[in-house]
């Protein structure tokens, strides 16, 4: 039983390295990018192809538990401390995701 633990917590920390520090760093700049332009040029959410693919994969990120595990990796230490790591507030994304959708649910219906 004390092996299966630890062999669990070791495949648990398995993702804490250079992929998961990349993919924080990628998932911070969608949210950095998709928030300005929510804020500069919200109609670019319906245009946009690569915009569009960003907001997936930040959805994707959020939703298919990968930012939960990151986010418990930065809460137990595990993450570089000048990382920056806005993307893993409990807020940020949800806030984003939800202000996205508002938009466009006010959008579609003055159309």
């Known amino acids: ?11 648990a920390d398995a993702g804490t390295g250079k992929e998961q520090i990349a993919r924080i760093m990628q ?5 950095d990018e998709l928030t300005e332009i929510l804020h500069t040029a919200p109609e670019r959410f319906f245009e ?7 907001l997936q994969e930040l959805t994707d990120y959020y939703e298919n538990g990968q930012w939960m595990r990151d986010y ?10 000048e990382l920056k790591r806005g993307v893993l507030s409990e807020d940020a994304v949800y806030d984003l ?3 996205i959708e508002q938009y466009k649910n006010t959008s579609t219906s003055e159309m």
């Not at 039983?1 to 495949?11: F, G, R």
């Open 48 to 54: 946009d192809a690569e915009i569009i693919r960003k």
């Open 27 to 31: 998932m911070e700049k969608y949210l």
């Open 97 to 99: 995701l939800f202000e």
């Open 72 to 81: 418990e990796a930065d809460e137990k230490g595990k993450l570089p401390k």
């Open 1 to 11: 039983m004390k092996i299966k633990k630890i062999a669990a917590e070791a495949l």
